[in-house]
C-alpha cells in the first residue's frame, strides 16, 4: 500500500482544491423566455476579468460560472445587442431572468446585483437627471466604497442624461479615493482633458503644510519655476511617484526651480503617517479634498501619479504622468540659477528624452 500513498495524497488534495473552487465559485443561472441556442458574451468592466467568455444556452437555459479573486463587475452582451451589468462575489450564486413580454431583465443574488436591480426599477419613472442623481447620492453616501457607483455614473449620467463635467465630479467626490479609482472612472476623467481651459492659473490655491500652517501656492517659491506631485496616500503608485522626484531634484539642482509634493488626501493622519515613512529634501503640503481638491478639479487631472511645472505666477505651463516628461520640459524651458556654470546631472537625464508616444500637456 506504501507505494501508492503519493498517489491517493494527490488525489486527495485534487479533490480538496476542486470542492473548494466549487465553494468559492460565483454561479450564474438563467432563462430567457422563449429563447433558444444562442450565446451570451461576457466581457470584464475592467481588468479584474480581463478576457472575454461565452455563456451557451440550450433552450433559452444556461448556467455559467468561475472563481472571482475579488468583487467583480461583468458585462452580458445578448445576442440582440442588449447589455446588462452583473457583479460576481464568491460563493454567491445569481439569477437572470428575460421575460418574453419585452420587460427588461431581472438580475438577483449578491448584494450588487440586488441593488443595481431596484436601482433600475426605480430609475425607469425619472424624467429628469436631478432625479436619477439623487437616486446615485443617495447610494454613494449610503456606501462610498460601492463597487456599483462607478457603473452607475457611466451609464446613467454620461451615457443617459450627458450630465455636465462638473455634476460629475460633484457626484463622483463622495465616493471613497479608492473608488474614485476604478478604471471605469480614470477612463471618465480621462475624457475631460480634451475641454482644459489655455490658461490656468492656482495662485489661491489653499494648502497646510505638516504643522498645520496654512499657507497659499502663490507664497511657494515665488522666484522661478516651480514643479510638484500631485499624489494620495491611497494610490500605491502615486507615492512612489512623490518619492522619484528625488532623480528629479538632483538633476537640476543648478536650475531655478522649486520642488514640492501636494497630496489631496482628505484624512490628515494618513498623509502624515506616509510622510513619516520618507525623509525627502522637500516640503510636503495638503489640499485635502480628495478628487474635489482644486489642483485636481482645474488642472484636469485623470489619474496618478500627476506632476504639474507652475511658472512663478502659479500659471500651469506642463502636465504629465511621466516623471521623465517633466524633466525633458524643465532642461528646455526653465533657466539655470544666476551665476550658474554647470548643467543638471546628465546621468539622471539619460532616459528623460520624452517617446514618441508621449504628447505633451502643455496649457
Known sequence: MK??????????????????????????HGSIEEGGNDSILVIGLDSR?????????????????????????LLLIMPDGQQFPVFAEKAVTATFTMPSDGSTAVISGGHYNDIIQVFREQALSDTSALQTIARIDSIILDDPFSECAPYLVCEYMVRKWHCSQNTIRNTTSKMSGITQ???LLVSLR?????????????????????????????????????????????????????????????????????????????RKDRWINCLRED??????????????SRIVTNTYIPEFPSYIVFSSMKKVMYRSSSIDGVMAYIEKNVPKKAGSKTTGKKDNLKDSTVPKKFKLNTL
Open 3 to 28: 507505494k501508492f500513498t503519493p498517489v491517493l495524497a494527490a488525489a486527495l488534495l485534487s479533490l480538496l482544491s476542486c470542492n473548494r473552487q466549487e465553494k468559492d465559485a460565483f454561479v450564474l
Open 49 to 73: 476579468f480581463d478576457r472575454s467568455d461565452f455563456i451557451h444556452c440550450t433552450d433559452g437555459q444556461f448556467s455559467w460560472s468561475f472563481v472571482p479573486d475579488t468583487i467583480t463587475p
Open 181 to 183: 479609482d476604478s478604471p
Open 190 to 266: 480621462s475624457r475631460f482633458i480634451e475641454n482644459e481651459p489655455a490658461n490656468v492659473y492656482l495662485s489661491d490655491v489653499s494648502l497646510t503644510d505638516s504643522t498645520g500652517q496654512k499657507l497659499k501656492l502663490q507664497d511657494m517659491g515665488s522666484q522661478g519655476h516651480m514643479v510638484v506631485c500631485v499624489w494620495a496616500s491611497w494610490h500605491e503608485g502615486s507615492v512612489q511617484a512623490r518619492r522619484d522626484l528625488t532623480r528629479l531634484a538632483d538633476a537640476f539642482e543648478d536650475y531655478n526651480l522649486t520642488i514640492a509634493d501636494i497630496s489631496i488626501d482628505v
Open 279 to 292: 525623509s525627502l529634501q522637500w516640503q510636503s503640503f495638503n489640499e485635502n479634498g480628495g478628487w474635489s
